[in-house]
Nanobody
Framework: EVQLVESGGGLVQAGGSLRLSCAASGFTFDDYAIGWFRQAPGKEREAISCISNVDGSTYYADSVKGRFTISSDNAKNTVYLQMNSLKLEDTAVYYC??????????????????WGQGTQVTVSS
């Protein structure tokens, strides 16, 4: 069965760093793009980054560009999100998702095929 399992969330002070992991199984990892989304209390789910395991392309939302870095380890079927210079507004539940055929015009859309259950990131002052 398809599984996407996020890990690495926790409590961190503003300015600090966390690395999130998304471990995938049950589908052909190399054929999919893996995106990271987040949802803060009272807000809609927001696409923040994506990496294509087909061609290696990466995409970032303006809100995280220059602070977050997405990467993929195809041997481990795992995608990472390195989050630096964390801000209070980064507090959210972070989800990874797998989608087929996504590119620069569609990576930010919510129509991914598979979703993880999320990991909480809390940034304190």
């Amino acid at each position: 069965e398809v599984q996407l399992v996020e890990s690495g969330g926790g409590l961190v002070q503003a300015g600090g760093s966390l690395r999130l992991s998304c471990a995938a199984s049950g589908f052909t990892f190399d054929d999919y793009a893996i995106g990271w989304f987040r949802q803060a209390p009272g807000k809609e789910r927001e696409a923040i980054s994506c990496i294509s395991n087909v061609d290696g392309s990466t995409y970032y939302a303006d809100s995280v560009k220059g602070r977050f870095t997405i990467s993929s380890d195809n041997a481990k079927n795992t995608v990472y999100l390195q989050m630096n210079s964390l801000k209070l507004e980064d507090t959210a539940v972070y989800y990874c998702a797998a989608g087929w055929g996504l590119n620069g015009n569609s990576w930010y859309r919510p129509e991914y095929d598979y979703w993880g259950q999320g990991t909480q990131v809390t940034v304190s002052s």
